[in-house]
Structure formats: C-alpha cells, structure tokens
C-alpha cells in the first residue's frame, strides 16, 4: 500500500503540469498568430478603404466621403438629393447648366474632419487662399459683408464647431456667425457691413440676412455643406425643417451662383453608402 500511494502522486503532479505546460506552449504561438492575423487584416481594409473613398462608422455602417472621388459622381449625388428633397424633376435644359466644375474635389486617404477643414479649403482655392480669406484690407463698395468662403450646416452648435477648424484665415478679420441661437439679426447685420472672408451658419438665417440684403454673394467662391450626421442621423440633406430651409436657400440664392460658375459646391464629411448608391440606381 506505501508502494501505491507513492506512485499514485507523482501520476497525480504529472497530470497536473502536463495540460499546464501544454496550455503555455500551445497558446503562445496560437495568440500571436492571431493578433498578426488581424493587424494585417486591419490593415488591408484601411488600405481599401482609402482606395475606395469609404470609411467604417463606428456603428458599423459603411460610409462614404464622396468629395474625394469624380466630380461627376457628385454632381449626380448632389442633383439626386435635389430633386428628391424638392420633389421635383430638373428639365433637360436646367441639368445642362451643371457640369463637373461645380464640385470640388478633395485629397483622398484624408479625413474630413474639423481638424483637417482648413487644409482642405486651402487647397480648394489653390493660391489665392491668403488673398480670398485671410487678408483684412478694406473692400471695394458693394464687396462688404459679402464672403469668399460659405459654410452651411445644421446648428449653431456645428457651425461654431467649424468655424475652429478655420482659424487659421481668421486672425486678422472676423468670422461671421450666421445663426440664431445668442445672436441678434441687427448685430449680424453691424457684422457684415464690414470686410467679412468667411461665414458659417444655418440655412434660415443667412436666407434671411441675404432676403435682408445685409449678406452679400458678390465674392463667394465656395459653399461648403456640412455632411456630418446628427445623433438621430440626420444630416443637413435629411433633417427635417432644416433640409427644406436648405433647399430653398439653394434654389433662391445660390443656384445662380453655382450653375454660373461663380461659386462651387464642397460635400465636406462621410456620407452613408446608402444613401449614395440611391443616386446611381435611378
């Protein structure tokens, strides 16, 4: 019997580091595999992705920035929203007056956020960016209150949001804020009655400082819209209200502007897939 117990307990430690030292050996090179694996994944898709234009939402959902690829590809983006938020068909003779050179394209592998915004507009404006939009000397008669640089989006919020991404053409004269929420229409209008390079606001209150004639578009070469999507993903295209406001600011004031080759449109952030495919299957 003191024969057997003595046997029977190294059997017993050997069972026990025998899965022991299996487990450690097998999941070393398991682990590492893997982890290879997915970085070399993750890898090839941030690759294709900029290849493509396309970016992974953190929900999951695929979106695309559309301003980075063919500027035909925007315009029939931009046209098919038109005409579906204004229920209405544009004739033959209204889409003759678009082409390509109504959109702007942007540098792909580059995100579309506040940080990069001001990188974006300069190269959209080319060499002219300092004389355009940072320059404080006084203007011309009838050139007061009238921006280079239009930036349209949902809310006050957003709008103050970029309007830091474009500080660095706003040093040596002031940004106008073209929005409701703790600003008065008379002080905007005090605002523009001065040299004013770039504004950014909503779709209802520069309609209405331009209905005002205290907005000017004389020197406004780009209109940059604002694609980001609210929490409920809404974004200036869907938003109810403001979509309709947009829409007829577009049509009142700036088609004219766009069709005459005046100004030029930037889709500036992602744009759900969906969304975008929509305008290609019609």
């Given at each position: 019997?003191?024969?057997?117990?003595?046997?029977?307990?190294?059997?017993?430690?050997?069972?026990?580091?025998?899965?022991?030292?299996?487990?450690?050996?097998?999941?070393?090179?398991?682990?590492?595999?893997?982890?290879?694996?997915?970085?070399?994944?993750?890898?090839?898709?941030?690759?294709?992705?900029?290849k493509a234009g396309k970016t992974n939402a953190g929900s999951g959902s695929d979106v695309s920035l559309v301003s980075a690829g063919p500027a035909?590809?925007?315009?029939?983006?931009?046209?098919?929203?038109?005409?579906?938020?204004?229920?209405?068909?544009?004739?033959?003779?209204?889409?003759e007056a678009y082409n390509e050179r109504c959109m702007v394209k942007l540098a792909e592998g580059v995100n579309q956020d506040v940080e990069n915004l001001s990188d974006h507009i300069k190269a959209a404006f080319g060499v002219t960016w300092k004389e355009e939009l940072c320059e404080g000397m006084e203007l011309e008669d009838g050139e007061a209150g009238s921006p280079a640089l239009l930036v349209i989006s949902t809310s006050a919020l957003r709008s103050l949001e970029l309007l830091r991404g474009l500080k660095p053409f706003t040093k040596d004269c002031r940004p106008a804020k073209l929005f409701a929420k703790h600003l008065k229409v008379e002080e905007q209008v005090t605002l523009l009655k001065a040299r004013v390079n770039v504004a950014a606001g909503t779709p209802s209150r520069i309609k209405k400082l331009i209905d005002m004639e205290a907005l000017s578009l004389t020197r406004l070469k780009l209109v940059v819209l604002d694609m980001q999507r609210d929490a409920k993903a809404f974004s200036l295209f869907t938003l109810p209200q403001v979509s309709t406001e947009f829409w007829d600011l577009y049509k009142s004031h700036l088609e004219e502007k766009v069709t005459g080759g005046d100004s030029r449109i930037c889709l500036y952030g992602t744009i759900p897939t969906k969304e975008v495919n929509k305008a290609f299957k019609e």
């Open positions: 019997m003191g024969n057997g117990s003595e046997k029977s307990k190294p059997r017993k430690n050997k069972s026990k580091l025998k899965p022991h030292k299996s487990i450690k050996h097998k999941k070393k090179p398991r682990n590492l595999s893997l982890g290879a694996r997915a970085e070399e994944k993750k890898g090839k898709e941030k690759v294709s992705a900029k035909d590809r925007q315009l029939r983006f931009f046209l098919h929203c038109f005409q579906t938020s204004t229920k209405s068909k544009l004739s033959p003779l209204e889409l």
